[in-house]
């Protein structure tokens, strides 16, 4: 994590093409910053709620019309679409030399901005590592957040300054990371959501009233534990080599809630692998769940091509 000094950043006029969750947040910051956003570009009504709402007074257009009137375009559209908008606007005349695009995409890097970076304009990648809700609560959760930045030498301290105004902390990204950095957080943040889904659909199959209110106290424990101390939080049956307590939860998964199997073996694999790898579990007993594992899975897949 860098914490490189930046000077205040002047007075920007901002665009915003893609006012999603993220976007219409981002602007609404930086205008409370100090800066003009001066135009922003939404076509669906949920992202014209969202400019409404956050950045009330703001002209609605078209991209390449909010390309034209800014010094600042930030790009938040979905990473799949990031690099034809860019070249859209860059073969339209939207984009200038001189002009600041900055793209919030978590995989890309510069590379998917080179178009803009051809006319002169000066590219900055800037990822939030933040989920957003695309509400004003957002605003607040921006304070502290680190922010995914890659950029080249000439635009490091744009990119901190934009940063500091925003009031988040800049981690440096190289562009040959920019994938793995976005899987890290794809892998905590998404996934984390599945896990827990599937761990309340379990607990409602066991008649649990509120599987949510059971699960808070124990996950935020698991959670501040793994931050703080990384495997060494680990618990559970896998962990003590407990056998038979791992074959009952595959038994009762299959009885009852099938559709978290897959999910459940590969991460009782992944949790058994680093049991091992940090000691704390012999290869004996790791051998004797893991077949466990795979009779289980090997059931499974009978299982699905019966249905099939």
């Avoid at 590219?123 to 921006?142: K, S, W």
């Avoid at 004797?288 to 897949?301: F, Q, Y």
Wanted: one cysteine or more; proline letters at 5%; aromatic letters at 2%.
């Amino acid at each position: 994590m860098s914490h490189e000094s930046s000077l205040p950043l002047p007075r920007l006029r901002i665009g915003v093409v893609g006012a999603g969750r993220v976007g219409a947040v981002l602007a609404a910051a930086l205008r409370a910053a100090g800066h003009d956003v001066v135009a922003a570009g939404g076509e669906s009504d949920a992202s014209r709620g969202r400019i409404d709402a956050l950045l009330p007074g703001v002209a609605v257009d078209k991209p390449s019309a909010v390309a034209r009137a800014c010094d600042l375009l930030l790009l938040t559209v979905p990473d799949d679409m990031l690099g034809n908008v860019v070249s859209v606007l860059a073969h339209s005349g939207a984009l200038r030399e001189g002009q600041v695009v900055v793209h919030t995409s978590g995989r890309h890097g510069l590379d998917v901005l080179a178009p803009a970076v051809a006319l002169g304009a000066r590219a900055i990648a800037l990822h939030p590592a933040m989920t957003f809700t695309g509400t004003e609560v957002d605003l607040d959760r921006l304070a502290g957040c680190v922010f995914g930045l890659t950029a080249a030498d000439a635009e490091r301290e744009l990119a901190a300054s934009l940063v500091d105004d925003l009031g988040g902390r800049p981690m440096w990204v190289p562009e040959s990371r920019r994938a793995l950095y976005h899987a890290g957080l794809a892998h905590g943040a998404n996934h984390l959501v599945t896990l827990v889904t599937e761990a309340m659909e379990l607990l409602a199959a066991a008649g649990a009233d509120d599987p949510a209110a059971t699960l808070r106290p124990l996950l935020t424990a698991a959670l501040d534990n793994a931050l703080e101390h990384g495997d060494a939080a680990l618990t559970g049956p896998i962990v003590r080599g407990d056998v038979n307590t791992v074959r009952a939860h595959l038994d009762s998964i299959r009885a009852e809630a099938p559709t978290t199997m897959p999910s459940y073996l590969a991460l009782a694999r992944a949790t058994l692998s680093r049991a091992v790898t940090d000691g704390r579990l012999t290869a004996l007993r790791a051998l004797t769940i893991n077949d466990v594992l795979d009779h289980a899975a090997a059931t499974e897949d009978r299982s699905v091509r019966r249905t099939t």
